[in-house]
């Protein structure tokens, strides 16, 4: 329909004329026989043109046609089709109908321009989502080539590097770059939600991720998730303290051809998400447990989401624990960082 009014409205004005002028004589000779048959004023047909040429046509055209129907009413109220008319109140009426019509110009024209500068914001607002989607495509697509950049540099002065422990901390360094890069493709994926990152899909994909790597093949992951969306600035801190735990049980938890699995969970509570990483592994030692560097690592993480972490480590596996507000940042959430919320936690 507004497609249509925006055509109406593009039309020459001769050509608007033309068609409002015939609107009003049709009216005008299809009341004839009416009248006849059934004699009354003739105002609601001429009304109704009135107020659809100046929908299509503009205020000027639609006073345009309350003028010309205002004349061409007079011949009903006296025989002859007589211009002229007799009697006061048929010409007080003629009258009354003009003004009401022509006061009801500007409405309609209002309202019809209203729609139209609804519908040209709409466009603009459309056409500007279209070229920031564009840009953001390629704005995702530079990021990622500029992952396998540095991947690809790392791994060179890796393999030129004697030192083993040096080797070590450039693959690790590898190794958490190539989360970031997978994480960065989930956030890519479900980007265009404007409600948040499913946490469901972003946390079943990164699980199948890590599970596709070498490193991963060993111990199947198992991985469930309530569906609730996610902040951006959520999903990249939470991403990087699964795949840290993760690894950390694929390094420790399992000896040498044995089998095992880790499970990854995220739930809702009464607080806000719960994410659980647990395995069925040798446990920690209280020297690991107190002082490794990917534990310190996942609070510091945990400290970004304004959360706490929990371990609990036995003989029978490992259970971490992490708990967060993700609606911390609405207005009116009640949220302290520091706070340590009531956890769970599965043995």
């Known amino acids: 329909m507004l497609t249509l009014l925006r055509a109406t409205r593009s039309t020459p004005l001769g050509l608007r004329a033309v068609i409002s002028s015939c609107a009003v004589a049709s009216a005008y000779l299809f009341q004839i026989p009416?009248?006849?048959?059934?004699?009354?004023?003739?105002?609601?047909?001429?009304?109704?043109?009135?107020?659809?040429?100046?929908?299509?046509?503009?205020?000027?055209?639609?006073?345009?046609?309350?003028?010309?129907s205002s004349v061409l009413s007079l011949p009903f109220f006296d025989p002859g089709n007589s211009l002229e008319v007799s009697r006061a109140i048929d010409l007080e009426k003629v009258e009354l109908y003009f003004l009401f019509?022509?006061?009801?110009?500007?409405?309609?024209?209002?309202?019809?321009?209203?729609?139209?500068?609804?519908y040209a914001?709409?466009?603009?607002?459309?056409?500007?989502?279209?070229?920031?989607?564009?840009?953001?495509?390629?704005?995702?697509?530079?990021?990622?080539?500029?992952?396998?950049?540095?991947?690809?540099?790392?791994?060179?002065?890796?393999s030129g590097t004697s030192d083993p422990n040096a080797k070590a901390s450039i693959d690790q360094a590898i190794m958490q770059l190539s989360v970031m890069a997978r994480i960065h493709g989930r956030l890519s994926v479900s980007g265009d939600d404007?409600?948040?990152?499913?946490?469901?899909?972003?946390?079943?994909?990164?699980?199948?991720?890590?599970?596709?790597?070498?490193?991963?093949?060993?111990?199947?992951?198992?991985?469930?998730?309530?569906?609730?969306?996610?902040?951006?600035s959520d999903a990249v801190p939470l991403g990087l303290i699964i795949n840290e735990l993760i690894t950390n049980a694929q390094k420790y938890a399992f000896s040498a051809g044995r089998p095992g699995v880790i499970e990854v969970a995220l739930e809702k509570t009464t607080e806000g998400l719960q994410l659980t990483v647990s395995d069925n592994g040798l446990g920690l030692s209280d020297k690991v447990h107190g002082s490794g560097l990917g534990h310190r690592l996942v609070r510091a993480l945990a400290h970004q989401l304004g959360g706490c972490v929990q371990i609990k480590s036995s003989a029978l596996g490992t259970c971490v624990i992490l708990a967060f507000n993700p609606d911390r940042r609405h207005p009116g959430a009640t949220c302290d960082p520091g706070s340590k919320p009531k956890l769970s936690v599965v043995t």
């Open 101 to 118: 019509s022509a006061a009801m110009v500007p409405v309609a024209g209002a309202f019809a321009d209203a729609l139209l500068s609804a």
């Open 194 to 232: 404007q409600r948040g990152i499913d946490s469901r899909s972003f946390l079943e994909g990164l699980c199948e991720d890590i599970s596709s790597s070498a490193s991963a093949c060993a111990w199947p992951i198992k991985c469930l998730s309530v569906s609730y969306p996610l902040h951006a």
């Open 34 to 68: 009416v009248e006849i048959e059934v004699p009354g004023e003739p105002f609601l047909l001429f009304f109704v043109i009135v107020i659809a040429c100046t929908l299509a046509f503009g205020q000027r055209f639609g006073l345009l046609t309350a003028i010309l």
């Open 121 to 158: 914001e709409t466009e603009v607002l459309a056409r500007r989502e279209r070229e920031k989607s564009l840009l953001l495509t390629e704005l995702s697509h530079r990021v990622a080539n500029n992952f396998s950049v540095i991947s690809a540099f790392m791994r060179q002065k890796a």
